[in-house]
């Protein structure tokens, strides 16, 4: 009972970090102004909450769609393609939820991705993912589905738009903080030997990391719950997904743990969208960084200890 009220607890939590992300994120520009015009803090803070979810909640769909369109098209002959839309009807019957539009993209990546919205449901799998063995494959497609279901594809596409934000002026931030210049002290020691100095920075790198700071300070209060609801919402709600799949049967459970370990390994993860990791079955790792974007890499390797141990896995 106590484990099952602090897994519940714990998605309460994370749920409400990422609904404040967008309420923070407009709180920013909206108190100052409101606390200058004398209209009332606690008007401001109820105008952000207001605003900032039905304008994320409003974007979050369309984004995320505008995103697929620009995918590379796998261009499937005719026959692949009606099976694998075939296999995604008989799977979403066997999990109890309608069929959404399947949509197959060329990437290195073996990554599969759900998303919905008043636009519909849609599943994003890459050509990789879907050339692993049957078992693997299905099993993927079925963790997707099982998301579907849960309504956390739902909820978190509303909420993508402020989250994005969050993560690029990190990102931003980030990068200011750590620039160092393009020329060491023997490289100006060649130039000048050689009778060549350009110009100097007209920018000084203290300039870049004070600037980085003043961002990171700006953005702290939006990026604490995002990191809240990072963990302990999308983390989790894989996690519970992990577990209904497993449960199904050992066939599943083996074949989700060869395709979350094939996924975090491969190579590609350039080639997934950003947008779409905290909807994917992996989180793909950032290029410029190295970090995993929006779950820590240690997420991947609890999933697997829990789906390749022996003990069963209850879900959530």
């Given at each position: ?243 209904e799949v497993a449960g199904v049967g050992e066939t599943e459970r083996d074949g989700l743990a060869n395709a979350v ?5 491969a190579a590609g993860a350039a080639d997934w969208p950003p947008l779409l990791d905290r909807l994917s079955l992996v ?5 410029e960084t190295g970090r995993v974007r929006g779950a820590s890499r240690q997420e991947a390797r609890v999933r697997l ?12």
């Amino acid at each position: 009972m106590a484990a099952g009220w602090t897994r519940t607890t714990g998605t309460v939590v994370g749920a409400a970090g990422l609904v404040a992300v967008p309420i923070v994120l407009t709180a920013i520009p909206i108190v100052p102004i409101a606390w200058l015009l004398d209209v009332g803090v606690g008007l401001a803070f109820l105008a952000a909450a207001i605003v900032g979810v039905l304008l994320s909640a409003a974007f979050g769909p369309t984004l995320v769609h505008r995103r697929i369109r620009r995918l590379p098209n796998a261009d499937l002959d005719e026959r692949p393609a009606a099976f694998i839309e075939y296999r995604v009807d008989e799977l979403a019957d066997e999990v109890g939820v309608d069929a959404p539009e399947i949509t197959v993209v060329r990437s290195d990546a073996a990554n599969v991705a759900v998303t919905e919205g008043y636009r519909g449901s849609q599943i994003v799998a890459s050509t990789r993912l879907l050339s692993l063995p049957a078992a693997d494959r299905d099993a993927a497609l079925r963790h997707a589905l099982v998301r579907l279901r849960r309504r956390e594809a739902l909820f978190t596409t509303a909420l993508l738009p402020a989250l994005l934000v969050v993560e690029t002026v990190a990102l931003l931030a980030t990068l200011l903080v750590g620039r160092r210049s393009d020329r060491s002290p023997a490289d100006r020691r060649v130039n000048r030997i050689h009778g060549y100095e350009p110009d100097r920075e007209r920018i000084p790198t203290p300039v870049y990391a004070v600037a980085g700071i003043l961002l990171w300070v700006v953005l702290f209060p939006a990026w604490i719950p995002a990191a809240v609801g990072d963990r302990l919402f999308v983390a989790g709600q894989r996690r519970a997904a992990d577990a209904e799949v497993a449960g199904v049967g050992e066939t599943e459970r083996d074949g989700l743990a060869n395709a979350v370990a094939f996924a975090g390994e491969a190579a590609g993860a350039a080639d997934w969208p950003p947008l779409l990791d905290r909807l994917s079955l992996v989180s793909m790792a950032d290029d410029e960084t190295g970090r995993v974007r929006g779950a820590s890499r240690q997420e991947a390797r609890v999933r697997l200890a829990r789906l390749r141990s022996k003990v069963r896995v209850h879900p959530p």
